[in-house]
């Protein structure tokens, strides 16, 4: 399905009941909606589940610039409100989870939880160059230049070891169009929400691979120190894309925790 959402044309998917209390699931920089499948399976006989592809991302449009959180945290609200979803629960991984917590200070009414995957609520300045030389280098080689150092920061070891992942892995990240990638670096780049998470009020869960170096464990477990009551979960022997690394660990962590917040 494709939608005229917060100023740009969008493409998502709803799966599950009409009448079914609704999640949405924002996917990982350089990936798109297909992220999301084991986990959309998972859920959609019990929720309504909606899922996107991102500003810039898969068949998404993709405005050149740099992009900024305010704007990507009024998109997936844009996008509840086209579809009819008053309230939801929100599910982010990396990228995702820096929206999650823009919502959960930002819209906490329509959210009855927030899950922050793979995440961090700040972007140290020594590293605030690491995103702009991507870009640098994607704009150079093209975006096939991305995929074999993603794959060392988004799969443990053993999930690099099997072909079918790193290629799932590298379509999602050769398909993706530049000028997405860029305005999301842009906005990661200048990330720093760490002492405003205390604000976030929203039942908040918190999940992070034990093996992921892109956003670690000290990340999440800052995250779980400054958003009160929130739950920590660190699953071993995966890494940054837990959620399609080992679903049903992601799984086992997520679902009790949703369904003890419908509403």
């Given at each position: ?20 209390p ?17 986990t959309t ?9 909606i ?9 998404t ?5 740099r ?22 629960q ?9 929206v999650?917590?823009f ?6 009414p329509?959210?009855?939880?927030i899950?922050?995957?793979s995440?961090?609520s ?26 074999e150092?993603?794959?060392q920061?988004w799969l ?10 790193v ?50 464990v000290a ?6 120190r400054h958003i009160?009551g ?16 080992n679903p ?5 962590a997520?679902?009790?925790?949703l369904?003890?917040h419908?509403?």
């Amino acid at each position: 399905m494709r939608a005229k959402i917060n100023g740009i044309e969008m493409a998502y998917d709803v799966r599950g009941a009409e009448m079914a209390p609704a999640v949405v699931l924002h996917h990982p920089l350089a990936t798109n909606m297909s992220f999301w499948d084991e986990t959309t399976a998972a859920l959609e006989k019990t929720y309504r589940v909606i899922r996107f592809d991102a500003r810039g991302h898969g068949a998404t449009e993709a405005p050149a610039g740099r992009y900024d959180f305010k704007t990507l945290a009024q998109d997936v609200v844009a996008l509840m409100d086209h579809v009819g979803a008053k309230r939801a629960q929100f599910v982010g991984l990396s990228m995702g989870g820096m929206v999650a917590q823009f919502l959960g200070l930002d819209h906490a009414p329509r959210f009855a939880s927030i899950c922050i995957a793979s995440s961090t609520s700040r972007t140290p300045e020594n590293m605030r160059n690491l995103w702009s030389d991507r870009v640098i280098v994607a704009r150079e080689k093209g975006m096939g230049s991305q995929v074999e150092p993603a794959m060392q920061r988004w799969l443990s070891a053993a999930s690099r070891a099997r072909p079918d992942l790193v290629a799932r892995c590298a379509k999602m990240v050769e398909s993706t169009p530049l000028e997405g990638y860029a305005g999301w670096c842009g906005a990661i780049e200048h990330l720093d929400m760490t002492d405003k998470l205390s604000g976030i009020k929203v039942p908040t869960k918190i999940i992070v691979g034990a093996e992921d170096p892109a956003t670690p464990v000290a990340a999440s477990e800052t995250i779980h120190r400054h958003i009160p009551g929130s739950e920590l979960s660190i699953l071993p022997g995966v890494s940054h894309m837990l959620a399609i690394e080992n679903p049903a660990s992601f799984h086992a962590a997520l679902l009790p925790f949703l369904g003890r917040h419908v509403g």
